[in-house]
């Protein structure tokens, strides 16, 4: 008993060479295995043991950061034969002809391989760890899904990490749920750049009582 996989499966294993143009060697492992067919083993099996055919790939390839690659593509044509026909009367010999009818179709797949290496920096980590959010990720500047942003442990201000309600502010007032929210989204703000010299925080929390807050 045995795991099939069965589709296009990629390995890569990268390795910077530094430089000032960021080159990275990439060592690539390219399988395709795709099922034809089915082999009965007994006549109580159903199922039937997968027939694959395995295509592989080993290579070794040179990218720049944030550029992409094309490592190649696989192109897939094959013939499908399809017979209609009527019980019996198909089966005659010359008048059988009337009753059957043979149907081929061509198909043709064609699956290119792309890769986008991204270099990133100890600082930039938590930022753009993802390849949506980060800002190479698209070349005409429309960067796919950068509304969204998955939320951090550090990313929260204003909650008691223990008992999970809101702190006690500077002023001995316990935040609300609302001033949660707003020191969250304004620590997350800051925390990705997104307002150059941001300093909303200090003015919500009056300054140098920032620092005092021990959860932060």
């Given at each position: 008993?045995?795991?099939?996989?069965?589709?296009?499966t990629?390995?890569?294993?990268?390795r910077?060479?530094?430089?000032?143009?960021?080159?990275?060697?990439?060592?690539?492992?390219?399988?395709?295995n795709?099922?034809?067919?089915?082999?009965?083993?007994?006549?109580?099996?159903?199922?039937?043991i997968?027939?694959?055919?395995?295509?592989?790939?080993?290579g070794?390839?040179?990218?720049?950061?944030?550029?992409p690659?094309?490592?190649?593509?696989?192109?897939?044509?094959q013939?499908?034969?399809?017979v209609?026909?009527?019980?019996?009367i198909?089966?005659?010999?010359y008048?059988?002809?009337?009753?059957?009818?043979?149907?081929?179709?061509?198909?043709?797949?064609?699956?290119?391989?792309?890769?986008?290496?991204?270099?990133?920096?100890e600082?930039?980590?938590?930022a753009?760890?993802?390849?949506?959010?980060?800002?190479?990720?698209?070349t005409?500047?429309?960067?796919?899904?950068?509304?969204?942003?998955?939320?951090?442990?550090?990313?929260?201000l204003?909650?008691?990490p223990?008992?999970?309600?809101?702190?006690?502010?500077?002023?001995?007032?316990?935040?609300t749920?609302?001033?949660?929210?707003?020191?969250?989204?304004?620590?997350?703000?800051?925390?990705?750049?997104l307002?150059?010299?941001?300093?909303?925080?200090?003015?919500?929390?009056?300054?140098?009582?920032?620092?005092?807050?021990?959860?932060?």
């Amino acid at each position: 008993v045995g795991t099939v996989y069965s589709g296009i499966t990629l390995h890569i294993r990268p390795r910077i060479t530094g430089g000032e143009d960021d080159r990275i060697a990439l060592q690539l492992e390219v399988m395709d295995n795709q099922i034809v067919g089915r082999q009965r083993v007994f006549e109580t099996d159903l199922a039937g043991i997968p027939e694959v055919i395995k295509r592989q790939y080993i290579g070794e390839c040179v990218a720049h950061n944030h550029r992409p690659i094309i490592l190649g593509g696989r192109i897939q044509e094959q013939e499908i034969d399809t017979v209609n026909k009527i019980p019996f009367i198909s089966d005659i010999p010359y008048l059988g002809d009337l009753f059957r009818r043979k149907v081929t179709q061509k198909e043709r797949r064609e699956v290119i391989i792309v890769v986008t290496p991204h270099i990133l920096s100890e600082e930039g980590i938590d930022a753009s760890a993802t390849p949506k959010e980060s800002m190479h990720f698209d070349t005409f500047d429309s960067v796919l899904f950068n509304d969204r942003h998955i939320l951090k442990g550090g990313d929260v201000l204003g909650l008691d990490p223990v008992n999970s309600v809101p702190a006690i502010g500077p002023d001995g007032k316990r935040f609300t749920e609302a001033d949660v929210v707003d020191l969250t989204l304004l620590n997350i703000v800051k925390r990705r750049q997104l307002v150059t010299k941001l300093e909303l925080l200090k003015d919500y929390l009056g300054g140098e009582e920032l620092s005092k807050l021990t959860w932060m």
